[in-house]
C-alpha cells in the first residue's frame, strides 16, 4: 500500500519522533547532543518552527513543534538531519545511514493534547529508567518550564502562558501537571498517532481538519457512519 503523504499544516502543533536506525545509539556523549541542540536551534529559527518542548534520547528525540507554513517543518527535520548525520560520522568514524527511515509525526489538537504532549515528552526519560525525576535529565525543555534555566530552543505555547498570571504561578502549575503524569490512553494515542501519521483530536476537531486537507487525517472517516450502517459486534 501506498505510503501515505505527511500530515502538516501551519499553525497547529505537531509531535515529531525520529529514531535511530535500528534503534542504535545517536546521542554518544555530551558534544553530541550540545551539537543536535545547536542544530535544532538554528535551523527552527531559520525555518520558522516555534518547538514548544522537546527531549533529547539515547537513540531516539521528540519535538513539538507549529510550524510557520506547510513546508517549514519538514525543511527544518530535513536540515537537521543531513547536518547531524555529516556530523556524527565524521567524528564517530562511521559511514551510511543513521535514521530510522523518515521521521514520523502527526498533527494534534492543542486545547485536548498539547499540555498532555508535554508532559509525555517531559516524563519519557524517566519512564526509561535514565532520571528519577523529569528535571534530572538536561536534554528536555523541562527545566525551561520550571524555570531552572532559559532554553533557547524553546517557545512557549499560548496554553502554557495561560496556565498562570505570573512566572512562578505558570512555573507552579506546569510542574504539577507533569508530577501528576499522562494517563496510560493519552500515552497510546500520543504515540500511535504519531508513529502512524493520524491526526489526534476530538471527532469535531477531525472533521473541521479534513474539510482543510485532501489526504486522509484519520483512519476512519470523519463523522457520521454512513446511513443504514450497522454496528457489528
Not at 57 to 81: C, K, S, W, Y
Not at 125 to 146: I, M, N, Q
Not at 151 to 180: C, I, K, S
Request: aromatic content about 10%; some cysteine.
Amino acid at each position: 500500500m501506498a505510503r501515505l503523504p505527511r500530515l502538516t499544516l501551519s499553525g497547529h502543533p505537531h509531535h515529531v519522533i525520529q529514531r535511530g536506525n535500528n534503534r542504535q545509539t545517536i546521542f554518544v556523549d555530551t558534544q553530541d547532543y550540545e551539537t543536535m541542540h545547536t542544530l535544532l536551534v538554528e535551523c527552527a529559527q531559520k525555518f520558522r518552527v516555534a518547538v514548544h518542548a522537546y527531549v533529547l534520547m539515547g537513540n531516539h528525540f521528540h519535538l513539538l513543534a507549529t510550524p510557520t507554513d506547510i513546508e517549514a517543518l519538514p525543511r527544518m527535520m530535513q536540515a537537521v538531519g543531513r547536518s547531524y548525520v555529516r556530523y556524527f560520522n565524521q567524528r564517530h568514524g562511521r559511514s551510511g545511514t543513521l535514521w530510522e527511515g523518515r521521521y514520523r509525526s502527526t498533527l494534534i489538537q492543542s486545547e485536548r493534547y498539547l499540555l498532555a504532549c508535554m508532559a509525555y515528552i517531559d516524563l519519557h526519560p524517566v519512564r526509561a529508567g535514565l532520571a528519577v525525576r523529569p528535571s534530572d535529565w538536561l536534554w528536555s525543555s523541562h527545566a525551561h518550564y520550571l524555570g531552572v534555566r532559559n532554553d533557547r530552543l524553546v517557545t512557549p505555547h499560548a496554553l502554557y502562558w495561560a496556565l498562570g498570571n505570573t512566572p512562578f504561578a505558570r512555573e507552579a502549575a506546569y510542574g504539577d501537571l507533569v508530577q501528576a503524569g499522562v494517563a496510560d490512553d493519552h500515552q497510546r494515542q500520543l504515540t500511535d498517532a504519531t508513529l502512524r501519521g493520524w491526526a489526534l483530536g476530538e471527532p469535531t476537531f477531525i472533521e473541521d481538519l479534513q474539510k482543510k486537507i485532501e489526504r486522509r487525517v484519520s483512519r476512519a472517516p470523519a463523522g457520521r457512519p454512513p446511513a443504514g450502517s450497522k454496528k457489528h459486534h
